[in-house]
């Protein structure tokens, strides 16, 4: 695989490059010997265009002055466009099919595997070392270990989480309180038309469910859509959301706040059972 403006190597080997599963589009054009771009820019007319300048005219060139590069060959392939969440250091993707039907050169640069536990200090001594071995210089080919998001199990994390669940419950509680106070004749009707002890806990639970929860789940949803939007293509975070702990504090919650309405229901206040209160 080339690690240039061109990656090269089977439509695995790709995939793993680019760290994301490959399209079915980007798949088949690659599988047909099209080309896949990294980049809309450099795809017009649904080819891309590649074009191969002697080295010689680099060397003679004064770049002091506006240069105009003169290409020996220019080959145009059908090409598909792929957006990336992150550039991998190449624009245009080939197998190494295609590569050989248009005559480019290409060499192993990169190596990816996929290891069952990060590398010990000892073990990237040891790359170091045969770096110097191959290259004469430790740092010729250094290895870039990639360890996936962040641990989202972090006591900062679960503090957040006991946090907005303290919030959350105090919060309920006087919206819970209030609701009941205002539906003091919806109990006395429930009542006078004989309502069990067990609906009325019913009805409590589903009052609390909905008065925490609809806030409990926009507020995720609104946080989740915010840092998404933030790590699209192109943007400054990457995207790992907790999603244990949101789902704890958006769902976990509010039924921890309607469980506990359901246990409480109607403690201090009697059923009224007068049909004047339907009158």
Do not use: C, H
């Amino acid at each position: 695989m080339l690690r240039s403006d061109i990656a090269i190597g089977d439509v695995d080997e790709l995939e793993t490059f680019i760290g994301e599963p490959l399209a079915a589009s980007s798949r088949a054009a690659l599988e047909r010997g099209d080309a896949v771009a990294l980049n809309p820019l450099l795809v017009a007319d649904g080819e891309v265009v590649i074009e191969r300048i002697p080295a010689e005219q680099f060397v003679t060139a004064d770049f002091t002055q506006p240069v105009v590069m003169t290409p020996d060959r220019v080959d145009r392939i059908p090409a598909t466009v792929q957006m990336v969440s992150a550039t991998q250091g190449a624009r245009i993707l080939l197998t190494q099919e295609t590569a050989a039907g248009l005559d480019i050169d290409s060499r192993p640069q990169l190596l990816i595997a996929q290891l069952d536990d990060a590398p010990s200090l000892a073990e990237r001594d040891a790359f170091t070392a045969l770096s110097q071995d191959l290259t004469g210089d430790p740092y010729r080919f250094y290895p870039y270990i990639e360890t996936g998001p962040p641990d989202q199990s972090s006591i900062a994390t679960w503090a957040l989480v006991a946090a907005s669940a303290v919030i959350a419950l105090a919060a309920s509680s006087i919206a819970i309180g209030l609701a009941r106070i205002d539906g003091r004749r919806d109990e006395a009707i429930l009542g006078a038309m004989g309502a069990t002890r067990s609906l009325r806990r019913a009805v409590s639970l589903w009052q609390a469910i909905l008065l925490a929860g609809v806030g409990s789940l926009i507020g995720a949803a609104l946080g989740v859509l915010t840092a998404g939007a933030l790590a699209l293509p192109g943007g400054p975070l990457p995207f790992a959301p907790p999603w244990l702990p949101l789902a704890i504090v958006a769902i976990g919650v509010p039924v921890l706040i309607g469980i506990g309405a359901w246990l409480f229901a109607g403690k201090s206040t009697a059923l009224p059972t007068d049909r004047s209160a339907i009158s």
